[in-house]
C-alpha cells in the first residue's frame, strides 16, 4: 500500500508562482509513473502532469504547457509541480496520483490507483 501526502498549496495572486509537493510512502515501486490532476467543483478530475519513473518521460496538459513544470525527487518518493504565471482559471483542488507498476498513466485518471488527499490552490486576479 502506497500514501501519498500533497503540500504546498495556497492563495495567490494571478502570475505568483507556487510549488506542489507529494512524498509517497509504504510500499514504493520502481516502475510507475506519478501524476498530478485537478478538480473543480462539479466538474470531472483533469490531468495537469505526469513523469513516468521509469524513463523521465513527461506529459502536460496543454493549458499548462510552458508555465508547470514536473519533476521528482526519486530518492525521497517525492514529485513536484512548479507552477509559474498563476491564472484564476488554475485554481482547484489538486491531487497526485501514482500508478502500478508498469502501467502508463499519462493523464487519464482511472489508469491511476492511489491517490492523496488533495491540496487547494486558489488564484485571484
Known amino acids: 500500500q502506497i500514501q501519498l501526502v500533497e503540500s504546498g498549496g495556497g492563495s495567490v495572486q494571478t502570475g505568483d508562482s507556487l510549488t506542489l509537493t507529494c512524498t509517497g510512502t509504504g510500499r514504493i515501486f520502481s516502475r510507475y509513473d506519478m501524476a498530478w490532476f485537478r478538480q473543480v467543483p462539479g466538474k470531472e478530475r483533469e490531468g495537469v502532469s505526469s513523469?513516468?519513473?521509469?524513463?523521465?518521460?513527461?506529459d502536460y496538459a496543454d493549458s499548462v504547457k510552458g508555465r508547470f513544470t514536473i519533476s521528482t525527487d526519486n530518492a525521497k518518493n517525492t514529485v513536484y509541480l512548479q507552477m509559474n504565471n498563476l491564472r484564476p482559471e488554475d485554481t482547484a483542488d489538486y491531487y497526485c496520483?501514482?500508478?502500478?507498476?508498469?502501467?502508463?498513466?499519462?493523464?487519464?485518471?482511472?489508469?491511476?490507483?492511489?491517490w492523496g488527499q488533495g491540496t487547494q490552490v486558489t488564484v485571484s486576479s
Open positions: 496520483a501514482v500508478s502500478l507498476p508498469f502501467v502508463v498513466g499519462g493523464l487519464i485518471p482511472n489508469l491511476y490507483t492511489y
Open positions: 513523469i513516468s519513473i521509469t524513463d523521465g518521460s513527461t
